[in-house]
């Protein structure tokens, strides 16, 4: 059926072909997605950064066009996983920016950013189970903002990791060499980021690294999220749910 909502998801941003690669592979299993129940919307992603156009510039131009088809309401989900001051203030304010130059022609509405999502925790879980007697470790970007930071702890408790940050401490080889030495033989690592890049890679390093230093130590890196179907079902749910609720 027709809906007379469209969507639109919101990433950062990269130069890297293969994160784009990853942004069209992901477009096109929730476009599948939407379409296996019944909804036949349109659907966009745009970057935050390293766009030709600003945000608000692409929205304002993919309102229109939407308009023209009569949508009524576009609804915004940002693919982040903790909140900083990208979701907080970065992605509302070109909303906003947006929002004012279309004025009432169509309706735009921000969504709670993806990992807000509680069926996030099912993907990490799958994961984890794969070693199940290993202590856990996820490894955030890491925000000096104090809402993402509480996300990031209660997400830690929620799944009984110890948590460990790419860009502020407590870091990985802090976290890794604590549980050494308080006897722990089986560790294993989540970088808990959507898509493969350089963090991922230096993350993966790291490990190495690590088990060089500790050979009597098992330590297992698993990949990040990824693109995959479940994610894509995840995404579906943020976009049709109405009156989303912050789980935290």
């Known amino acids: 059926m027709n809906n007379s909502d469209a969507y639109i998801l919101v990433v950062h941003g990269s130069r890297n072909r293969k994160y784009q690669d990853n942004l069209d592979q992901i477009a096109h299993l929730t476009e599948a997605t939407l379409k296996k129940q019944g909804l ?15 945000l ?3 929205i304002i131009e993919f309102a229109n066009s939407c308009y023209l088809q009569n949508y009524k309401r576009i609804k915004i989900l940002p693919l982040f996983l ?4 990208h979701v907080l203030d970065d992605i509302p304010h070109e909303i906003n920016q947006a929002q004012a130059v279309l004025s009432n022609t169509i309706t735009l509405e921000i969504l709670p950013h993806l990992g807000l999502n509680e069926a996030v925790i099912d993907l990490i879980e799958e994961k984890y189970q794969k070693t199940p007697k290993a202590q856990r470790v ?4 890491g925000t000096k903002v104090k809402e993402g930071q509480q996300e990031a702890e209660k997400l830690a408790e929620k799944i009984t990791a110890h948590l460990a940050f790419w860009s502020i401490n407590p870091d990985v080889n802090y976290v890794v060499e604590k549980l050494i030495s308080e006897g722990y033989q089986t560790i294993s690592l989540l970088p ?4 493969t890049g350089k963090i991922s890679r230096a993350l993966e390093q790291q490990c190495q690294d690590l088990q060089l230093k500790y050979p009597h130590i098992q330590l297992n890196m698993m990949p990040v999220l990824g693109v995959t179907s479940s994610l894509a079902k995840i995404i579906v749910k943020c976009l049709t749910m109405e009156n989303p609720l912050n789980p935290y």
């Open 40 to 54: 036949y919307s349109k659907l966009a992603i745009f970057c935050l950064e390293l766009s030709e156009k600003s």
């Open 56 to 58: 608000s510039e692409n």
């Open 82 to 85: 903790f909140s900083g001051t």
């Open 138 to 141: 996820l490894i955030c970007h």
């Open 192 to 195: 808990y980021f959507l898509f």
